[in-house]
């Protein structure tokens, strides 16, 4: 628990393909694993050379997703996010 | 009984429905467009799209059964599997080609379940083809939002000391699910055991069945 890699979702709206699902931008997660690296679809949806990325596996709480409201605050998303998409954060602190 | 007057029932004393008939939208048209274009310029021809059609129909649920009967019965499998999924099911004969397959393991303490909110992302080469709801805007959108909801709408109502996980099949990667093996089947086959490993217990939103079930 304790060396978990804490990474911050760009929370940015470009144009265009992006595979950065819009309710996790902006959102906290930590590392669950590292894939690839694959090639940017961000590239290869308009036919140029996609330049080879790490793809992140990252985990998100319920309550960082959707804010207190949610019912099971503990359970989790995971998502596939190229490295590009995502900024070193700070990890929260304890409850 | 006059006739007449039953004119506008079938045969089955039903009465008839006008057909559900729509123009082929835009993307229909397309399609037939770009395939009756690939054919004319030489690029491809009927049967090879008629051979790609009958691949896909071939490959069904069946196929990621025999993958969990395996993993329940078959240790070394199972450590492979979990190590690299798309290597351990390659060997087994089902290719996932360029994706990459990820295999998560349902106990009682967690529960995995699989969507693609982006699109329909599916192991196709494990599962077929994907059912309509998990290709529906409710399914995508709801089952990141409140999976406990959804899963109970599927019959599955998970207790608060299970761990939902929700996995968005956003990029490279493909799910299956390797549901728990059910109680009072430790002396089955991997032949037996996979008639009980349906297609929604490999996507998460069911359980293997029962063997009294069967």
């Given at each position: 628990m304790s060396k978990r890699t804490y990474m911050r979702v760009r929370a940015d709206m470009p144009?265009?393909?992006?595979?950065?699902?819009a309710y996790l931008r902006g959102k906290l997660g930590w590392v669950e694993r590292t894939l690839g690296p694959f090639p940017n679809p961000e590239q290869l949806a308009y036919r140029h050379q996609g330049q080879p990325l790490p793809l992140m596996r990252m985990r998100f709480t319920m309550a960082e997703v959707?804010?207190?409201?949610?019912?099971?605050?503990d359970d989790t998303i995971d998502a596939e996010i190229y490295s590009h998409w995502l900024e070193p954060a700070e990890a929260p602190h304890a409850p | 009984m006059p006739h007449d007057h039953h004119d506008h029932l079938s045969p089955s004393g039903h009465p008839y429905r006008p057909d559900d008939d729509h123009p082929l939208t835009y993307w229909q048209q397309m399609e037939i467009a770009v395939r009756e274009l690939l054919i004319e310029k030489g690029v491809t021809t009927a049967a090879e799209i008629n051979a790609q059609i009958d691949a896909m129909d071939a490959r069904t649920p069946a196929n990621g059964a025999a993958v969990v009967a395996r993993a329940w019965t078959d240790p070394a499998f199972r450590a492979a599997l979990f190590e690299d999924a798309s290597a351990a099911t390659r060997a087994m004969g089902f290719d996932i080609g360029p994706m990459r397959l990820i295999a998560l393991e349902n106990t009682p303490d967690v529960h995995n379940v699989v969507v693609c909110t982006l699109c329909s992302c599916y192991p196709r080469n494990l599962l077929g083809l994907p059912p309509d709801w998990y290709k529906s805007r409710a399914y995508r959108s709801r089952t990141v939002r409140e999976p406990r909801k959804v899963l109970a709408e599927f019959g599955l109502t998970l207790p608060a000391t299970t761990t939902v996980r929700v996995h968005?099949?956003?990029?490279?990667m493909r799910y299956i699910v390797i549901p728990a093996r059910p109680d009072?089947?430790?002396?089955?086959?991997a032949e037996a055991l996979a008639?009980?490993?349906t297609r929604d217990s490999m996507v998460g939103t069911g359980a293997a069945k029962a063997p009294q079930a069967l």
């Open positions: 144009p265009g393909h992006v595979r950065t699902p959707w804010g207190d409201g949610t019912q099971t605050p | 968005d099949s956003t990029a490279d009072g089947t430790d002396d089955w086959s008639e009980l490993v």
